[in-house]
T-cell receptor, first 113, second 115 residues
Framework: AQTVTQSQPEMSVQEAETVTLSCTYD???????LFWYKQPPSRQMILVIR??????QNATENRFSVNFQKAAKSFSLKISDSQLGDTAMYFC??????????FGTGTRLQVFP | ETGVTQSPTHLIKTRGQQVTLRCSSQ?????VSWYQQALGQGPQFIFQ???????GRGNFPPRFSGLQFPNYSSELNVNALELDDSALYLC??????????????FGEGSRLTVL
């Protein structure tokens, strides 16, 4: 069975600084997706970034980038130039192709002015 | 393009009652998944519907059931409510198998409180 582990329950960062959220996962699959979702107080899960396991290049979306280490089964999220609007719960998630999402327990990120 | 909408946004029930939650999928999506998110936890997969058929189920008892309609909207029904059913219930829509991009689009959830 696949598992996703987020070892940082809470993180904080000052506005304009950079922060990295950690995620590890366990799977015997070779073809899968990894995701970071953001959940603000509004509750809606918003996709931040997506990585396909067969792609060696790390995904990047504006200020958000990942460090995908397939052999180590590690998938960290780096947020550059943090903004107050980045304050939210962040969930790392795993999915086999056309299957369900498996979420970690989340990291609460607080961005301070 | 309309997003995923869920109703109701909040509701309160008592133990033993039944509840129905509703979800309209994003335009063009034929697959709907339901997740339960307990307070302080990550979402847990309940089940998925593809073209009106159940297409995968998580570790939830049979009193959790669902439907998908021809317009791809969906319902989650929970019978004999228990206190532990108190949670945020999230609906997500996506393209079906064969068109899968791995991306799910979530609604804002229905917050259920069982007293």
């Amino acid at each position: 069975a696949q598992t996703v582990t987020q070892s940082q329950p809470e993180m904080s960062v000052q506005e304009a600084e950079t922060v990295t959220l950690s995620c590890t996962y366990d799977t015997s699959e070779n073809n899968y997706y990894l995701f970071w979702y953001k959940q603000p107080p509004s509750r809606q899960m918003i996709l931040v970034i997506r990585q396909e396991a067969y792609k060696q290049q790390n995904a990047t979306e504006n200020r958000f980038s990942v460090n995908f280490q397939k052999a180590a089964k590690s998938f960290s999220l780096k947020i550059s130039d943090s903004q107050l609007g980045d304050t939210a719960m962040y969930f790392c998630a795993f999915m086999k192709r056309a299957d369900k999402l498996i979420f970690g327990t989340g990291t609460r990120l607080q961005v301070f002015p | 393009e309309t997003g995923v909408t869920q109703s109701p946004t909040h509701l309160i029930k008592t133990r033993g009652q039944q509840v129905t939650l509703r979800c309209s999928s994003q335009s063009g999506h034929n697959t709907v998944s339901w997740y339960q998110q307990a307070l302080g936890q990550g979402p847990q997969f309940i089940f998925q519907y593809y073209r009106e058929e159940e297409n995968g189920r998580g570790n939830f008892p049979p009193r959790f059931s669902g439907l998908q309609f021809p317009n791809y909207s969906s319902e989650l029904n929970v019978n004999a409510l228990e206190l532990d059913d108190s949670a945020l219930y999230l609906c997500a829509s996506s393209l079906g198998p064969g068109q899968d991009t791995g991306e799910l689009f979530f609604g804002e959830g229905s917050r259920l409180t069982v007293l």
